[in-house]
């Protein structure tokens, strides 16, 4: 009944109706009565598939005209999926579908275009050539060899970068650590010279750019014209005759040794100010050494509460700290003098046992002495005293005792011990 239903599109509203029941009809737990459903499972009518049928070829009719296709089962749904493998092709029943199905599949090929097989059989034109490729390409290099001569690549491209650097680069020589951008400003220009000072700085300006902060200047010179111009200034040079570089150091030690001013545009020394302009250059120079002290001073300032603000907790952290590792560190010295103090007192109660057990020995083997001496006393005495009493019985038998009766020359029985 559901699966008629479902050929007929009403799947949905019996799945509708079923739920509709099971939500207005109250449960036998609470008295109720099961709802009838049109089905007694729970799949969902969407899912369900209508089983493709087999043609039944064993109750077809008997005598009837052999044909390649077979009418269909009535009922048979036919889908445009093809569906699985019925399990009767298993048991080899559906010969004849085969059959259909192979002719069909050799009247398509019949309908596929003759093949062409033309050929035409060329020869390479430098075989040497092709032979060296072949090697080539059958040659491999090493790992090894490829790093040597990445290694060997970057190694020149190196040097090539090096040789366009300047000499103090190169050289690793000393750096300033921070541009004075103030030394590098462009004066004005009373004549040509003011002029090639200007560009000097300039070009100056990029170079320590370049080897102190890295910034790479737009104007990137080849070797070759970096050449040029090393040959041009050496030439300029020798027109201006010997140069003494020991008088030129001097003049510039001397005229940088000593306290330098901001006069006039540029920096000079004091000796360089005339006289009348000395004391006003001095006094502006003081003044902006104070606001420069303020300003510092400020700095300082505000850094130093901030660091306060920052290190407050720490600071007191460490007050802490202190104070716990003074404790454990006198702790630790009154533990140590402690433990010296008991060594001494260990040392000397070993030498005073020591020195004791020696002393009860002595005493020990005196008394040892001693006790001989008494126990040989007293055995004398003892021994004394069994000869007395021996001597007083003797004289007590001859006197007072009845003569001795012998018997065969023996005495009597009685006065036998």
């Known amino acids: 009944m559901y699966a008629k239903h479902m050929r007929d599109g009403t799947a949905q509203s019996i799945a509708a109706d079923d739920l509709l029941a099971l939500t207005n009809t109250e449960t036998p737990l609470k008295g109720g009565e099961n709802a009838p459903?049109?089905?007694?499972?729970?799949?969902?009518?969407?899912?369900?598939?209508?089983?493709?049928?087999?043609?039944?070829?064993?109750?077809?009719?008997i005598g009837q005209t052999p044909r390649t296709n077979y009418e269909q089962t009535p009922g048979t749904v036919v889908s445009a999926t093809p569906g699985a493998t019925p399990f009767r092709d298993q048991l080899n029943i559906n010969?004849?579908?085969?059959?259909?199905?192979?002719?069909?599949?050799?009247?398509?090929?019949?309908?596929?275009?003759?093949?062409k097989?033309?050929?035409?059989?060329?020869?390479?034109?430098?075989?040497?050539?092709?032979d060296e490729e072949d090697a080539d390409m059958e040659w491999i290099e090493d790992a090894g060899e490829l790093d040597s001569k990445r290694a060997a690549l970057l190694e020149k491209k190196k040097q090539k970068e090096l040789a366009l650097r300047s000499e103090v680069f190169r050289r690793d020589l000393p750096k300033p650590s921070k541009l004075n951008d103030s030394f590098f400003k462009r004066y004005p220009v009373k004549n040509e010279y003011d002029e090639a000072d200007n560009l000097i700085r300039a070009e100056m300006r990029n170079i320590l750019r370049y080897d102190v902060n890295g910034t790479v200047?737009?104007?990137?010179?080849?070797?070759?014209?970096?050449?040029?111009?090393?040959i041009l200034i050496d030439s300029e040079a020798r027109k201006r005759g010997e140069f003494d570089e020991d008088e030129y150091m001097?003049?510039?030690i001397a005229q940088t040794s000593g306290r330098r001013m901001f006069y006039d545009g540029r920096f000079v020394t004091v000796d360089e100010i005339p006289r009348k302009e000395r004391s006003r250059a001095?006094?502006?120079?003081?003044?902006?050494?104070?606001?420069?002290?303020?300003?510092?001073?400020?700095?300082?300032e505000k850094v130093q509460h901030k660091l306060k603000v920052i290190l407050q907790g720490y600071e007191k952290i460490q007050d802490a700290a202190i104070n716990t590792i003074q404790t454990s560190q006198h702790d630790v010295h009154i533990g140590g003098m402690e433990?010296?103090?008991?060594?001494?007192?260990?040392?000397?109660?070993?030498?005073?046992?020591?020195?004791?057990i020696q002393n009860l020995a002595k005493e020990v083997n005196a008394l040892k002495e001693d006790e001989a001496a008494l126990q040989k006393e007293y055995s004398d005495i003892m021994h004394q005293q069994w000869e007395i009493n021996q001597q007083m019985l003797r004289k007590q038998a001859t006197t007072e005792g009845e003569a001795m009766k012998y018997s065969n020359g023996n005495p009597p029985a009685e006065n036998q011990h």
């Open 217 to 230: 200047p737009n104007d990137n010179f080849t070797f070759e014209e970096l050449r040029d111009a090393s």
């Open 282 to 300: 001095i006094a502006a120079d003081f003044e902006k050494l104070v606001s420069l002290g303020k300003q510092t001073k400020s700095k300082t």
């Open 117 to 130: 097989n033309d050929f035409e059989v060329v020869m390479p034109e430098d075989e040497v050539k092709s």
């Open 95 to 115: 010969k004849e579908a085969e059959r259909a199905s192979v002719e069909e599949l050799r009247q398509q090929l019949k309908t596929l275009p003759a093949p």
């Open 37 to 61: 459903l049109h089905s007694t499972d729970f799949t969902a009518p969407s899912s369900i598939r209508a089983a493709i049928q087999t043609p039944n070829t064993v109750l077809a009719a």
């Open 250 to 252: 001097e003049r510039a």
């Open 339 to 356: 433990v010296e103090t008991f060594k001494a007192l260990k040392e000397y109660e070993v030498n005073s046992a020591n020195l004791r």
